[in-house]
T-cell receptor, first 115, second 115 residues
């Protein structure tokens, strides 16, 4: 089945701890994205990557880091510098910025809670 | 900068009836894409329908259709024969070429289906 997977479904972070959220896609998409969603709110872009080994900051990148070493994978690390990490995190992918079929498809999400 | 506005925080409709969700946007671009996404209680973001601005014909997907008014910068979603499974948050999103291919999101409309 083609799609986007995110793991874990739930993640608990202790104070001062870095945690990493996984996002994998087998759609052969060039572009990948990370969004944060707070309760009752819309989506805010954290980071995005349009090609392997390249990524750009979104609107709320502070306290987060990413890597894009493989086309299929775009992990997000929530660092200890992110003081309010409790939120729902969505990963998405799309064919690529030059594609006329530039539609983003989403994974099931990861809920991050602080202990 | 482009903006997307959903003026209805919440809408309700009787099962089997028709409901229309509103979305307006602001842009100076002539070529862009508009999307409606659905986020059910599972919180996974699901693409409902997509409209390309250069196409005059309104997009339709089964019970879902849009009323795209380019001059008025309006992009409403009509859901016919509403079903209980349609209950969700609905987000309108814009993707242009000047926004570095990112999606610009509305705040969402919560749709309640009354049995």
């Amino acid at each position: 089945d083609g799609g986007i997977t995110q793991s874990p479904k739930y993640l608990f972070r202790k104070e001062g701890q870095n945690v990493t959220l996984s996002c994998e896609q087998n759609l052969n998409h060039d572009a990948m994205y990370w969004y944060r969603q707070d309760p009752g709110q819309g989506l805010r872009l954290i980071y995005y990557s349009q090609i392997v080994n390249d990524f750009q900051k979104g609107d709320i990148a502070e306290g987060y880091s990413v890597s894009r070493e493989k086309k299929e994978s775009f992990p997000l690390t929530v660092t200890s510098a992110q003081k309010n990490p409790t939120a729902f995190y969505l990963c998405a992918s799309s064919p690529g910025p030059t594609s006329r079929q530039e539609t983003q498809y989403f994974g099931p999400g990861t809920r991050l809670l602080v202990l | 900068a482009q903006t997307v506005t959903q003026s209805q925080p919440e809408m309700s409709v009787q099962e089997a009836e028709t409901v229309t969700l509103s979305c307006t946007y602001d842009t100076s671009e002539s070529d862009y894409y508009l999307f409606w996404y659905k986020q059910p209680p599972s919180r996974q973001m699901i693409l409902v329908i997509r409209q390309e601005a250069y196409k005059q014909q309104n997009a339709t997907e089964n019970r879902f259709s849009v009323n795209f008014q380019k001059a008025a910068k309006s992009f409403s979603l009509k859901i016919s024969d509403s079903q209980l499974g349609d209950a969700a948050m609905y987000f309108c999103a814009y993707r242009g070429w000047d926004s570095n291919y990112q999606l610009i999101w509305g705040a969402g409309t919560k749709l309640i289906i009354k049995p």
